[in-house]
């Protein structure tokens, strides 16, 4: 006993605390508390408007079916077979027919619908935490873009990349929940707070009566059949209705049929209606707004939860189509690089040629330079399949169905915004950084969302360790016996059990008025007492994982930001190093022509010029990448491209938004 008073103390003491929520700010709470609903991913419910249309109230839902039409914004964007598409387009494409962001839209409709079924008095059935990454595409980690151009190889011998094992189709989802895969406990029984009627009505029952006779010879009576035929019509009904403090009200209306015979052996049909009333409160246990209406409220902050995490998706699908859209841009420069460096190579090959028929240049100088010609077609052939395999990853993140979609097609994609490096980063102070994202960032703010509906959850587990003890008062027109024990509430599913006492017959009786109470007490309560110190226990574990988040926040913006200052340093360094290049290839061909170097060291500083300049390319590529990740671990990258949470919800955004600087 001791042991139970112990835990019930601190759990009491931890309730009575709470938790204060952490400020987040006024841009998420626009985003939580947003009704907006998406067009093609509602639920249709039959009309309920009038009496004449109750029988709506059974029909099924309809939705429309999945929308997969053609993606009509990119029609403006084809000339001349290809399409030119700016970064602005690209996210606006994405947003509008993105896969995974139209499977976030659903989620905000399915949120709806917890809403209408805690309304009844049903349980929720949870809400979906995954956020899907975009693919990394050709450019991340561990692509031929980024490792490639920085290797040290011999400038005549190319070197083969692998492109099978880049076709990734995405990321593993992020799984936001904070809450864990157990669960709480039930807690309470919920009212049932939408009027019930439940019964029975038997039309056409028969039952064929008996004669008492007795026989001229002085044997005992004996029970012979009769034609006489009782018909009786029974309907037996209760309307049940729970209110949020846990009253529930209970009305049976009975006119069960009795047939009694008497000692003239005549049938005598007995039918006696009878009319009860009862109502009960609890005292300890499901008593109170807060506990009986605690699915509701967790109902309404699952919908804030469930905007948040398609905010959440919003931002994962911006930053993943961003960053698509500057490696196609940078495999272009690759590309262009290459191309330019098989001119240089074929120019040096034609030249080498002919001064080879005119005798003024050894053979083995031709053999070299061919060598390089044939290295640089197929650093070139590679770039352009790299190039191409890019185009078909951004454009099944662009499309419903992908390069199936009747506009998109086949057609190749033209990035037309190019990587532009601005002269200083201005970065802020880096804890102004971090206050500032641990006030944006939507996947903070929906963890804390968890704890609460966490702690509502809770305090239900602690009510369900109180003793069950309810007044119940009853009055009856012609009764005949107490009222039975009265079931309270619904398991959860918005039906109840049938009353016990529905269809029992009363007799000829005076009016009944009965109050008191009813019991049902646990003496050692070890199942309430173990769920009420779990739950709180696990409503520990969601604050350290929201605390963990929080830690994770700081931490991915102090990583990016070193990450772009690296990323500066590198681009800087990559910069003059071609710049270098440029100069020992210029002095290397002035040397050649006056005959103090050889046409190998020229095709060698051809060859370094080449891998130089696709450093650059690839630094340039890792430095915007670098500035959108910092924008996406500071949580206003949608801000920055001027994206809406509305018009993301109704898929429909601005022809033009220009991004903030």
Known sequence: MKRVLIVGLIILQAVSFGRQSPATSQMLQDVQSNTVNPKSEKVNYPALDSISQFGARYAKPTAPEL???????????????????????????????????????????????????????????GVDYAVQESPTGVGGPGSPLLNSAASTVTPTTPTVNDLTSLNVLSEAPSNLSVQGTA???????????????????????????????????????????????????????????????????EVDVNNAAQALYSDQSRLNPFSAPNTSITITQPLFKGRGK???????????????????????????????VSRLYYDLVSLNENTQVKRETL????????????????????????????SLLTSSELDLIQAEGLVHQQEVILKTQLARRGTADPVLGHLHVIPTDPIVIPSTDDLRPLDSLVSEALLLRPDLAQASLQVQSGEVALKASINAARPQIDLIGNFQTRGSTEVPFTTLGTPGTGLITAPTDLGVAGLRLSKIYQAGIQVNLPLKNRVAEADAARDLLQTRQ????????????????????????TARSALNAATQSRVYQEQLLGAERDRLSVGAST??????????????????????????????????????????????????????????????P
């Open 67 to 125: 929308p997969l039409g053609p993606a009509d914004r990119a029609r403006p964007l084809i000339h001349n077979g290809a399409i030119y598409l700016s970064l602005h387009d690209a996210i606006a494409l994405a947003i509008e027919n993105n896969l995974d962001v139209e499977v976030a839209r659903y989620s905000l409709t399915i949120a709806g619908t917890e809403t209408l079924r805690a309304s009844g008095g049903g349980n929720l059935r």
């Open 290 to 320: 807060g506990i009986n209406l605690r699915y509701i409220r967790i109902a309404s902050i699952n919908q804030k939860i469930s905007r948040l995490l398609f905010y959440q998706q919003l931002i994962s699908t911006v930053y993943g």
């Open 542 to 565: 969601a604050e350290a994982r929201t605390q963990l988040l929080a830690n994770q926040v700081r931490e991915q913006v102090e990583n990016s930001v070193i990450a772009l200052q």
């Open 183 to 249: 669960g709480y406990a039930a807690g309470p029984t919920v009212p049932t707070l939408q009027p019930i009627l439940v019964g029975q009505s038997t039309y056409f029952n028969r039952r064929n009566s008996t004669l008492l006779t007795a026989t001229t010879t002085g044997n005992p009576a004996a029970l012979t059949p009769s034609s006489n035929v009782l018909n009786f019509i029974t309907a037996n009904y209760a309307l049940v209705q729970g209110f949020s403090y846990g009253t529930q009200l």
């Open 599 to 660: 046409n190998f060291l020229v095709i060698q500083q051809q060859s370094y010029l080449a891998q130089a300049r696709a450093t650059e390319v690839t630094a340039r590529s890792v430095y915007i990448k670098a500035r959108v990740a910092l924008d996406r671990a500071v949580g206003n990258l949608l801000e920055k491209n001027g994206i809406t949470y509305e018009d993301s919800v109704l898929g429909q955004l601005p022809a033009d938004s220009p991004a903030k």
């Open 343 to 370: 001119t240089a190579a074929r120019k040096l090959y034609e030249d080498d040629k002919a001064q080879v028929e005119q005798g003024t240049l050894a053979p083995l100088e031709l053999t070299r330079a061919q």
